[in-house]
């Protein structure tokens, strides 16, 4: 495997699947066995979920809701989807634990560096809930985070797109993909791959992310295999 321990982003918009809205059956049952695929093969498995199917911040303050508020309502949001995803673990056989940045207990223990490196290497998916903990941060920022202080050897953040363009391939038919990318560059070129906060903390930290199509079916062991998918921004 070309990763020993991995941080997988996924995003709380993706869990929709194709109803529109809320949490797809059908896609977490996918997301559970392309990860359980990997966990047989010995990669240990942090991963972080966005909550943006079920409300974010921001989008909130824009229709009247306090943005401290809005952001404590996102961050919730990523515990009700990662207590998803852990059922959807169970049921596949892959054991699993919830931690969550916000204390809940009995929903998830409080997280903490030590703790989930010792799962990890227990052989544990170690789903990290509760984004950064704070207001004004992103799931993207959290994963970033978590990925430096667990030590994962990258961030793989699990996109609808095959990675990342020169401009929006949705919107834009002369867009290019790149297959890698500096920090730099992506910096320069304005391009959206996460937030800036994220960037900044991969870059300063060395932490790669590589951006790949997480909706195709078998495309997490292709990454893990090392086989040419998606970009590498280093
Ligand atoms: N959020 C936050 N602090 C964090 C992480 C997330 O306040 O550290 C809130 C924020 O309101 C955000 C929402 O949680 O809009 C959902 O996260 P995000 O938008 O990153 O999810 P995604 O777009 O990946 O589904």
Redesign the pocket.
């Known amino acids: 495997m070309q990763y020993k321990r991995i941080l997988l ?5 993706s869990l929709m699947g194709v109803q529109g809205h809320g949490i797809d059956a059908q896609r977490l049952d996918d997301y559970a066995s392309q990860i359980g695929e990997i966990v047989e093969n010995g990669v240990q498995v942090a991963i972080v ?5 079920i ?6 303050a824009a229709e009247g809701f306090d943005r401290y508020k ?6 919730l ?2 515990v009700i989807n990662s207590l998803a995803l852990a059922s959807a673990l169970q049921n596949k056989g892959v054991r699993s634990r919830v931690m969550t ?1 916000i204390r809940m207990e009995p929903v998830g223990e409080l997280y903490s560096q030590p703790k989930a490196v010792e799962a990890l290497e227990a052989g544990e998916v170690v789903i990290i809930s ?13 994963s970033a985070l978590r990925g430096i202080e667990t030590g994962a050897n990258v961030m793989l953040k699990g996109t609808r797109v095959d990675g990342v363009y020169s401009a929006d391939p949705e919107k834009d038919p002369t867009a290019v993909k790149f297959d890698s990318i500096s920090f730099d560059e992506v910096y320069k070129k304005g391009l959206k791959v996460m937030d800036l906060t994220a960037t900044t903390l991969c870059k300063e930290n060395g932490l790669p992310v590589l951006v790949f199509n997480m909706d195709k079916k078998g495309n997490l062991m292709k990454v893990l295999k090392g086989e040419k998918t998606g970009t590498l921004v280093h």
């Open positions: 982003k996924l995003s709380g918009e979920i966005g909550g943006g199917n409300f974010r911040g921001l989008s909130g809005g952001d404590q309502m996102g961050m949001a990523t940045a509760g984004g950064t903990g704070n207001p004004y941060f992103t799931t993207d920022t959290a």
